[in-house]
């Protein structure tokens, strides 16, 4: 690769082995940072101040300020004669975002779906990812990335699930810190987002999430919370919802308690787009700067603050912290030091795409591959290759994570209703599984059916060796799917064409788990999430063996509707009432507002994989489940207590095929009744009939409760289980052993 994204990728590692290697050292880094915001707030005006604590939404913001406009998500002003630097924000998980093409002609690396990242269970794919996206962010001119998603999937209809990773604190906290390490290795700002319990769509600016403060410790938050540790975003971003009666943007809780004071959190908070309520209210719970102010109903850390301060209602030494975190943040990262390029500058395309297509890789999962059906047999000479628009592209999540990919969009279709409707489309990226799978394999016809007319597909499929039958399922930021099955009657066209020829392939391209009626009748099932802008030649590596599927899966299937703790989005039958009534009286459609709804999360820390166990239900395929061409096994154990709990043991490739493995540690005390919880996991290369030691660590906190009365951490001493295992249901080698009692601050 050229040196110059070398050296991006060295640089994050740079950060993260000097914050493992000497905590002390970045302490004092963080000291000196704060010390040097404090200085230059001393030097600033009452009006310097208000200027920094709100920004500008670039598309309504015309006319608003003498600096240049770049259409995107964010802007706030600099102050020139002290160094502070002008600031512009792009939305960032998946790749520098402009999801209706607000920059003409401007185009991004797309990488693949939070969860396909999630699913390579490797810190190094998800920290590349960053490191790639923070490289284009800066050649674009954009300093701060609204990326860092790390809300838990605790409904898995949720209709942002693909942007995030997964159903566990420990994989999701991992990943995200990576993440966030990998974008501020360039020296721009990463956030770290939506704090906290933004997890579902429907309703999202009026939901109230409740749950236990416990129960959220050691779940969402604990998400969080790792993540920071690991990637010290320059920013964290609250979320829409309230949290237990809080707005979560004016929540005390969860801003000055957990965050800035038990977790100790020296960087700024900004508000979701359209997220704030208040001014004195939300100044005083802890956030620090109104984003994308036009949004807001009023807006409120402008002139509002200013008059605050001056009635005392919010202090001058509160003004001056939420300032002076602002800039911290800024200066943590290398942002304030590091301009931006007088103009925008071309990246190295090629070689990120290749960082894209390395992750679709990673992360892809073979789900079912029964008769060792796949890798296609090199002696089929006719493959149907059906449905999903495999002959021109991938498909991609909507929302404010849309990037416009390199390549251009094959299609792309405007949506005319739903909340989505003003800023997302139908998009897919232009990589060709059809083409990939042509130049893999050179000597086999292809033939694709669109799957439009059943008569024809079925008849594709029968005078075919096989059928590979690609199904999508589109989802999209604000809103959820109303159920798990696949769209447009695509379980009868797959139903049909695996009657018609019985060594059906089906590829998922879906933003999360779907129900599969037909799984009976179809051997193989490949789940390729949205695989990004090189996700055709990554769907046809795997298929055709040259690269040996890896992916584990981050987030539980489920076996029906009625399985997860919700079986439908809470609060949609409702919102769709209203919508109706205001629809058919439109002289009074301002009294059919959706209001305010609570959802309990009555499953509290069990989310995901815990819920199934806890509830004793066998899911369809479960948490870290993930099939390779070759097979792996675990042996020599060695398990060690006392004041730490590790485990030792031998991972022996037995098959015939190099492949990667990822061992999983699962953890539970022995008689409290309590679902095991993923400690620790490893993501191991080995060749045929290679073996490598691999010990594992169980992070405290997982294997601990949280204790409100303390409070803090505590692990009970006593005896604990231990699974070493290849996926969460899996408990072949189980064994047991003692650790002692400890607490751990909060």
Request: aromatic share 6%; proline share 7%.
């Amino acid at each position: 690769m050229p040196t110059k994204f070398n050296a991006a990728l060295l640089g994050a590692s740079i950060i993260a082995l000097a914050a493992v290697a000497s905590p002390a050292a970045a302490q004092t880094a963080s000291r000196d940072a704060r010390a040097r915001a404090e200085a230059i707030v001393a030097k600033m005006t009452p009006e310097e101040k208000i200027t920094l604590a709100h920004g500008l939404f670039p598309p309504m913001a015309a006319g608003k300020t003498p600096n240049e406009l770049i259409p995107s998500a964010g802007h706030i002003d600099g102050v020139p004669r002290l160094g502070v630097p002008l600031v512009r924000e792009s939305d960032a998980s998946l790749g520098v975002a402009n999801q209706v093409e607000q920059r003409k002609g401007d185009v991004a690396t797309a990488l693949p779906s939070g969860l396909a990242t999630a699913a390579s269970f490797d810190p190094e794919i998800a920290r590349a990812g960053g490191a790639m996206i923070g490289s284009e962010a800066r050649s674009k001119r954009f300093n701060v990335l609204l990326a860092g998603g790390v809300n838990l999937t605790r409904d898995p209809w949720n209709g942002r699930n693909f942007e995030y990773l997964g159903e566990d604190p420990l994989l999701a906290g991992e990943l995200a810190g990576a993440h966030i390490a990998g974008v501020q290795s360039n020296r721009i700002v990463s956030t770290i987002k939506h704090f906290a319990l933004n997890a579902q769509e429907t309703g999202r600016t009026v939901v109230d999430a409740r749950i236990g403060e416990a129960a959220l410790r050691m779940s969402d938050l604990l998400a969080f919370q790792i993540a920071i540790e690991k990637g010290n975003p320059g920013s964290v971003m609250c979320s829409y919802n309230k949290v237990n009666g809080d707005w979560a943007c004016e929540n005390d809780f969860l801003l000055n308690q957990v965050l800035k004071r038990d977790w100790g959190y020296r960087g700024w908070v900004m508000s979701d787009w359209g997220a704030v309520h208040s001014t004195a209210k939300a100044a005083n719970a802890g956030l620090d700067q109104e984003s994308g102010q036009e949004l807001d109903e009023a807006i409120y850390f402008a002139e509002p603050l200013a008059a605050a301060v001056g009635a005392g209602e919010v202090s001058q030494k509160r003004l001056d912290d939420m300032v002076a975190r602002y800039l911290t943040g800024l200066i943590e990262t290398g942002a304030y030091d590091a301009p931006m390029p007088a103009s925008a500058e071309t990246p190295d395309y090629a070689a990120h795409a290749q960082v894209a297509q390395r992750a679709a890789e990673a992360g892809i999962v073979l789900l079912k591959n029964q008769g060792n059906l796949l890798p296609l047999a090199r002696t089929a000479k006719r493959i149907a290759v059906i449905g999903g628009s495999a002959d021109v592209g991938v498909l991609s999540g909507g929302g404010s994570s849309q990037v416009r990919s390199v390549g251009g969009a094959p299609v792309e279709i405007a949506l005319s209703t739903g909340d989505a409707s003003s800023f997302a489309r139908i998009t897919y990226h232009a990589s060709s599984p059809l083409a990939a799978l042509k130049a893999a394999q050179p000597d086999t016809e292809f033939v694709f059916v669109d799957g439009r007319n059943l008569n024809a597909t079925v008849e594709a499929a029968r005078s075919a060796d096989m059928a590979i039958v690609f199904a999508t399922q589109w989802t999209t930021e604000a809103q959820d799917v109303p159920d798990l099955r696949l769209p447009d009657h695509q379980d009868a066209l797959i139903a049909a064409v695996a009657a018609a020829q019985p060594k059906t392939v089906a590829v998922l391209e879906t933003g999360g788990p779907v129900l599969m009626p037909w799984i009976d009748k179809v051997p193989a099932i490949v789940q390729a999430w949205y695989p990004g802008q090189r996700g055709g030649q990554a769907i046809a590596n795997i298929l055709t063996g040259k690269v040996n599927p890896s992916g584990r899966l981050p987030i539980t299937f489920p076996a029906t509707a009625g399985q997860p703790p919700r079986p439908y989005p809470m609060g949609l039958d409702t919102k769709n009432a209203l919508e109706a009534k205001a629809a058919a009286d439109p002289a009074n459609a301002a009294q059919y507002q959706f209001g305010t709804f609570p959802v309990d999360y009555a499953e509290g820390a069990d989310v995901g994989y815990r819920w199934y166990e806890k509830q004793a239900l066998t899911p369809l395929f479960p948490f870290g489940h993930g099939l390779s061409y070759t097979s792996f096994a675990y042996r020599n154990p060695v398990v060690k207590g006392g004041k730490t709990l590790s485990v030792s043991f031998d991972v022996v490739n037995t098959g015939d095929r190099e492949g990667a493995d990822v061992p999983q540690l699962y953890v539970a005390r022995d008689g409290a009744g309590a679902p095991m919880r993923l400690a620790g996991f490893k993501r191991v290369t080995l060749k045929p009939g290679q073996s490598q030691r691999v010990t594992l660590t169980a992070e405290p906190r997982i294997v601990a409760d949280y204790d409100t009365a303390l409070p803090g951490w505590r692990i009970p001493g006593g005896r604990y289980r231990v699974a070493i295992a290849h996926d969460a249901t899996d408990r072949a080698l189980v064994q047991t052993v003692d650790l002692k009692p400890a607490t751990m601050k909060p």
